[in-house]
């Protein structure tokens, strides 16, 4: 099977229909219904179930075509990826991320980084929480952690980068956000909202607070959505301080609690290219300097 065929078997689930979908492409009907035929003899099952009607994917079509959609993607960043690097770079690092928030002062590490050398690129990847799969395969150089998660994977470096605390994210008109700091009982009469993007620790503690003052909660299922329930004044959220982004849309105040994050940089020990080494102190120096002052 090749991309082009992947293009034919694409379009046709989009169109469910010979005549539009080979339009689409420019080529003949029996172009198309020839290639289809070919694919599905090669992998050896129905994609499509034809009919008066149209062509419809088949159970086992549906997810076949769901996977295509991933390789095409993966292929497309790939060539993206590759073109940079033919075009200006001599070397990449890579580096997994859960937000972009997580590593707020990259952007400003990459421009320091990239005075020094000129010819590396640095590749944020972002790979939402708990997934250190590409990391651990080798496909990312840096990977960004907390708590020690990575403690015990051999042949990696764990590196110290900042500690960040829980906090209250309420609409800037809400009356919490008075308060200097925010206790449990404080939050006695509001809606909590729970789950999502939460870190264990984060999951007792919403747990804990449910407990003690038996108050309502909504299950989100992560941040973006955790966001727009607090901007529509539905419920106020308890969240590491590593997801601030510094916008100043919502409030954010220091809750009172033993929580916290630990948060790190792992990499792979046996990588020990300067360039990798000299990109890790950049940004560690960056976060010695300013994650205090940004309330991490």
Partial sequence: MNNKQIDYILELAGTQNFNRAAENLYISQATLSYQIKEVEKEIGFL??????KGAFLTPAGEQFCASLR???????????????MSRKYSD???????????LYFL???????????????ITPIFNGFYRPDEFLKGN????????????HVP???LIPLYTSYIYLITKKENTLSWNKRIRIEDLKGETLLVGGGSPPQLRALQQK?????????????????????IAAEKAVCLTPGFFNDFTGEFAWTPFVCDEKFECY???????????????????VDIYKEKAEKFDM
Avoid: W
């Fill in 47 to 52: 994609l499509f179930n034809r009919s008066g």
């Fill in 70 to 84: 991933t390789i095409k993607e993966e292929m497309r960043q790939a060539i993206e990826q590759a073109q940079n």
């Fill in 92 to 102: 990449n690092i890579t580096i997994g991320i859960p937000t972009r928030s997580c």
């Fill in 107 to 121: 952007p400003e590490a990459i421009k320091k980084f990239s005075e020094i050398y000129p010819e590396i690129s």
């Fill in 140 to 151: 990312q150089d840096i990977y960004f952690t907390f708590d020690n998660e990575m403690k």
């Fill in 155 to 157: 042949d990696t470096k």
């Fill in 209 to 229: 607070i449910i407990n003690t003052l038996n108050i309502d909660y909504l299950n989100s299922e992560n941040h973006e959505t955790t966001l727009t329930n």
């Fill in 265 to 283: 940089l792992c990499v792979h020990t046996n990588d020990k290219r300067e360039s990798l080494k000299i990109f890790l102190k950049i940004l």
